[in-house]
């Protein structure tokens, strides 16, 4: 049967093999977001610390790693560093290490403007009870603040969901990756692009659903 230029005898034969490209594209994107909100963490941790170095160095960070396109890091960490004669990470732990690194730039700020958006008073008042700069951190602006986080933490999840298409410069078979050894073999690119980007658009909405009801819950628990 056919819809236009749409053979869907073809779509269902290489539906199987975009699917395993589905699951490595939610893999890579778990564990940058995993590996990336630690990294976030630590870097927005230091550029809002009293100590200047730490302020230094967090910023220099988030330039840099903003500044530099993730192609370029990717290319980096996969092709340069094993030139280089430094370290040869083969292409899935160069791929999460360059979107976990990549996206925890960005997530530092957005953790960072969400700490600073809790009234200093908090600080003031935790410190004054004799707790600790850390403890007064992890028990009383951190568990304010994540309700905040998750809106922007949402857009930065389908955002690395659509930076993974880039891993595949480096060889890493995500959905991407396999969408282009299809089109070489079969030379059909409307019908084989066509059905990776309404399964990338699957994806995206299925998440953005999911972090949906995680704000609604939120919500809810906060008496809205």
Do not use: H
Not at 95 to 118: D, H, K, P, T
Not at 126 to 133: E, F, H, P, Q, T
Not at 155 to 166: G, Q
Request: hydrophobic share 55%.
């Amino acid at each position: 049967m056919r819809f236009g230029p749409i053979d869907i005898a073809f779509e269902l034969q290489i539906l199987p093999l975009l699917l395993k490209g589905v699951v490595m594209t939610v893999e890579l994107t778990v564990l940058a977001i995993f590996f990336g909100t630690i990294i976030g963490l630590f870097v927005a941790l230091a550029k809002i610390s009293r100590f200047k170095i730490l302020v230094i160095l967090g910023g220099i960070y988030t330039w840099v790693i903003r500044g530099v396109p993730l192609l370029v890091q990717l290319y980096v960490l996969y092709y340069g560093l094993a030139q280089a004669g430094i370290l040869q990470l083969d292409a899935f732990t160069a791929a999460v290490a360059g979107l976990s690194i990549c996206g925890g730039a960005y997530i530092a700020e957005i953790i960072r403007a969400g700490i600073q958006s809790i009234d200093k008073g908090q600080m003031e008042a935790a410190l004054s009870l004799g707790m600790s700069y850390t403890q007064a951190m992890r028990r009383v602006i951190l568990p304010q603040a994540y309700r905040r986080l998750l809106p922007p933490m949402g857009n930065e999840f389908i955002a690395l969901m659509k930076d993974t298409s880039l891993v595949s410069v480096i060889t890493m078979v995500e959905l991407m990756r396999t969408g282009s050894l299809l089109d070489t073999t079969y030379f059909r690119s409307m019908e084989i692009y066509l059905t990776v980007a309404l399964l990338y658009l699957l994806l995206t909405t299925f998440f953005i659903y999911i972090i949906g009801l995680l704000e609604k819950r939120l919500a809810v628990a906060d008496g809205q």
